[in-house]
């Protein structure tokens, strides 16, 4: 098993920053990637970002690859989402992800994905 924990949520105003950071704990050796979907009120959770566990490949969303970098910290197993000029339409549950698959099939196993952290809130008032 392997256990994700996020943090990092909070209350931004729109134009500002905000980093989460997942903690991955457990049999790390099976992940393949971490990475990153959000969920807004009332709609599906979708695919933001992710990286390679063992080397530097990532996905980021095109929707959000000028504002969002994803990146991993080797010796804290800790993957971050760095998060720059935030919008309202940012504001969403932030759930981390991990599997034994790449970025890319992240991106395409969406909801199956294996394991996931409990998410943490992310708002930006309008």
């Known amino acids: 098993q392997v256990q994700l924990l996020e943090s990092g949520g909070g209350l931004v105003q729109a134009g500002y920053s905000l980093t989460l950071a997942c903690e991955a704990s457990?049999?790390?050796?099976?992940?393949?990637?971490v990475g990153w979907f959000r969920q807004a009120p009332a709609k599906e959770r979708e695919f933001v970002a992710a990286?390679?566990?063992?080397?530097?490949?990532?996905l980021v969303q095109d929707s959000v690859k000028d504002r969002f970098t994803i990146s991993r910290d080797v010796d804290s197993n800790t993957v971050y989402l760095q998060m720059n000029n935030l919008k309202p339409e940012d504001t969403a549950t932030y759930y981390c992800?991990?599997?034994?698959?790449?970025?890319?099939?992240?991106?395409?196993?969406?909801?199956?994905?294996?394991?996931w952290g409990k998410g943490t809130l992310v708002t930006v008032p309008s």
């Open positions: 457990g049999r790390t050796w099976n992940l393949g990637s």
């Open positions: 992800a991990g599997d034994r698959v790449t970025p890319y099939d992240m991106n395409i196993r969406g909801l199956t994905i294996q394991y």
């Open positions: 990286i390679s566990w063992s080397g530097p490949n990532t």
